[in-house]
């Protein structure tokens, strides 16, 4: 790999499965997300994705799952780099939006993180 291309199969470093897919002229992309934690007593399922990213050799990404099987929502922000053996690897930071019931459980509402993808191969 020459360049980082977003399109295809990501697993990060709990697990977690990403495909990217359907990627258009203007940066945008959709795609589906299997996370493999949830810490909740529900069956986890694949949940939406959606983002943008810059196109380049080391592309700048954004994207947001709305989780199907409960009441958050999480954003990434991060970059694509090759590493030295040209490998792509993703390096995000994520926002962890949980629901809360009033405006002073708002103070405990978003959790952060760190992620790092590779091509699932
Ligand atoms: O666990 C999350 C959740 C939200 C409300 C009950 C359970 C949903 C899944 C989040 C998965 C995160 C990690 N997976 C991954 O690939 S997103 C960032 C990480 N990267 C537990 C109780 C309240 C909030 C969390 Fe919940």
Redesign the pocket.
Known sequence: TQQCNIQGQWR?N???N?TIQSVSDNGAFAGV?L??????N?K?VESPLTGFWKKSKQPMIGFA?K?A????L?V?AGQCFLNENNEEVLHTT?L?R??QKALQDNWKAT?I?V?TFTRLK
């Open positions: 990060n709990l697990g977690s990403m997300y996370t493999a934690v949830s810490s909740v529900t986890i799952v989780w099987f409960s009441d958050s999480t990434w994520w962890l949980s629901k959790r993180g992620d």
